[in-house]
């Protein structure tokens, strides 16, 4: 098995693009999902990961078909004349130098060393490998959003960004809902999508700043601990019998428990920071640029390979064109709506004043 080191990387990337744009009439399943201004067609073998690509997106309905067309091939040593994967040769590794390397070749690329697991990237042709051991050799997180560095990579080339947020939103408007794993992110997402909140999704979205701030949903999964799933009342509405994921969580859709037309859009208002707070009630208080974009930009920048420069200036642009507030979340999923929803509706008296406070 041939070992890759920094100074090889960009000729194996390119050797295992070449690799399966030769192969690509021996992958047996081909899927395509409409995305916001883009079409992406996946080249895989059957399984798990192809039944997830028909499963885990929200295709975008009524846009005209997007000529930038982009082609992802899911490959292994099972399919065509595709290679083994190769394992990092170099003693030191580090995702700066390695997505700069590739950078500079013109590429894109993320390497996770316990699978040999490889993704490589061509944003000019919008052609990308995804080379794995075998077919179920992949990161136990890729089923809930498959080629998601993907996406990040050809967004973030044309200025937007996949961002590691949730949305609320009412008639068009929303909040972003950002933080760290365990803040009540994902709990309030459910709270409003159970209470008659829309929502555009949860974990990523698509931040586009061409016209302020607007998300799009891309991936429809929603996830909860059983503590959760249970307080939500969604042992109820969905059952227990279905398997667990690799993080101990039940697995759902938009559609399941909010079951009506996802919006395209969410104009975004504002920014929120949930926080469990313990009390009876739900409140929100104004909090500091530098707080939110540590709750935006963390999470968001370390789960995204590469573009790290450009995501911290992103980041840094949403909250600066954001109000900022601190979400503290009360006991009861209808009064947590209710109040993101009272607020959403008093958005602009409110925003104006607080984002031009000191």
Request: proline content about 8%.
């Amino acid at each position: 098995m041939p070992r890759v080191t920094l100074d090889t990387l960009p000729d194996y990337a390119r050797f295992l693009l070449a690799a399966a744009e030769s192969a690509a009439g021996r992958f047996p399943v081909r899927r395509t999902v409409r995305l916001p201004g883009l079409d992406l067609t996946a080249h895989l073998d059957a399984g798990a990961l192809a039944d997830a690509m028909g499963e885990a997106f929200i295709e975008t309905s009524g846009d005209p078909p997007d000529p930038r067309q982009c082609h992802i091939f899911i490959g292994h040593p099972g399919i065509g004349d595709m290679p083994a994967p190769a394992s990092w040769g170099d003693a030191r590794f580090t995702e700066h130098g390695f997505a700069q390397k590739l950078a500079e070749a013109g590429l894109r690329g993320h390497h996770f060393h316990d699978l040999d697991f490889w993704q490589v990237y061509d944003p000019g042709r919008r052609v990308g490998v995804q080379l794995m051991r075998s077919a179920d050799a992949y990161p136990p997180w890729e089923q809930g959003a498959p080629l998601r560095a993907f996406l990040h990579w050809e967004y973030a080339a044309r200025g937007m960004r996949l961002a590691h947020a949730g949305t609320l939103g009412v008639e068009g408007k929303g909040v972003l809902l950002a933080g760290a794993g365990g803040a009540g992110k994902s709990g309030t997402v459910v709270a409003g999508l159970l209470n008659g909140l829309d929502s555009v999704g949860d974990d990523y979205v698509l931040i586009d700043l061409g016209n302020g701030v607007t998300a799009r949903p891309l991936f429809s999964v929603l996830k909860q601990d059983p503590k959760g799933f249970a307080r939500l009342g969604l042992e109820r509405r969905l059952g227990t019998d279905r398997p667990l994921n690799w993080q101990g969580k039940h697995v759902f859709h938009i559609t399941e428990i909010a079951p009506r037309p996802i919006p395209a859009t969410l104009d975004i208002l504002m920014l929120m920071v949930p926080h469990i707070g313990g009390g009876e009630t739900s409140s929100i208080v104004p909090i500091s640029r530098k707080d939110a974009m540590i709750a935006l930009a963390s999470s968001g920048i370390a789960q995204m390979p590469g573009e790290r420069e450009s995501g911290f200036r992103f980041f840094s642009d949403v909250t600066r064109l954001l109000p900022c507030y601190r979400l503290f979340l009360g006991t009861h999923p209808e009064e947590i709506a209710g109040t993101i929803a009272d607020f959403l509706a008093r958005a602009p008296d409110e925003a104006e004043r607080d984002h031009a406070g000191p």
